[in-house]
């Protein structure tokens, strides 16, 4: 069983930067694939970022050269610098774990940490 903690939301102006940061416990780290999710009021939970167990990476279109996703399988974190931010940015972020290649559906995701908000103003 693995437990998720997510930590670095907060609000920032557009354009600004945030970092969002999952902290893992429990199961092996190194061998599961990462990703963050984001949702928002009255939308569905879509992905974000994915990243397999040795630092392969895959992205959203919509957020494709402005977030980047890291994972130190040492410190068991995954991390998400988020830079240029949007006001559509603005949803729950979710990371999100499975022992298996990434995944972009999140009902593929085994386990999931509680959300921090993330808020962009214009």
């Known amino acids: 069983q693995v437990q998720l903690a997510e930590s670095g939301g907060g609000l920032v102006q557009a354009g600004g930067s945030l970092r969002l940061s999952c902290a893992a416990s429990g199961g092996t780290f190194s061998s599961y694939a990462m990703g963050w999710f984001r949702q928002a009021p009255g939308k569905e939970r879509e992905f974000v970022a994915g990243i397999t167990w040795n630092g392969g990476t895959v992205y959203a279109d919509s957020v494709k050269g402005r977030f980047t996703i890291s994972r130190s399988n040492a410190k068991n974190t995954v991390s998400l610098q988020m830079n240029s931010l949007k006001p559509e940015d603005t949803a729950v972020y979710y990371c999100?774990?499975?022992?298996?290649?990434?995944?972009?559906?999140?009902?593929?995701?085994?386990?999931w940490g509680q959300g921090t908000q993330v808020t962009v103003s214009s």
């Open positions: 999100a774990a499975r022992s298996s290649f990434v995944a972009i559906t999140s009902t593929r995701y085994d386990y």
